[in-house]
């Protein structure tokens, strides 16, 4: 399995930033996807979940209005708009498959992270 996120970067205040997770090893179009993201001295927390199908969305509160997840089944990738943003949005941003195997273990795949940095 693996998760390549790219697109993080500085920007400042009011900005807008896209993410992309290209996804390879397992069945992309069958997976839910998320983003995560951790804050420096901060717990990782959940951004934005997708269904398989793309036809379901959840968002933190926090993020709700301003970023949008959405994927491209064909392409293996999932993506994050991240719209209006704030200095309390700088973190390292991790695509995530959670997954149960069929003994009921519930599993997290991680890439490596991509940071995004809001400010002036």
């Known amino acids: 399995v693996q998760l390549v996120e790219s697109g993080g970067g500085l920007v400042q205040p009011g900005g807008s930033l896209r993410l992309s997770c290209a996804a390879s090893g397992f069945t992309f179009s069958r997976s839910d996807m998320r983003w995560c993201r951790q804050a420096p001295g901060k717990e990782r927390e959940l951004v934005a979940a997708i269904t398989s199908a793309g036809i379901s969305t959840n968002y933190a509160n926090s993020v709700k209005g301003r970023f949008t997840i959405s994927r491209d089944n064909a392409k293996n990738t999932v993506y994050l708009q991240m719209n209006s943003l704030n200095p309390e949005d700088t973190a390292v941003y991790y695509c995530?498959?959670?997954?149960?195997?069929?003994?009921?273990?519930?599993?997290?795949?991680w890439g490596q992270g991509t940071q995004v940095t809001v400010s002036s």
């Open positions: 995530n498959r959670r997954w149960r195997s069929p003994g009921g273990i519930l599993y997290d795949d």
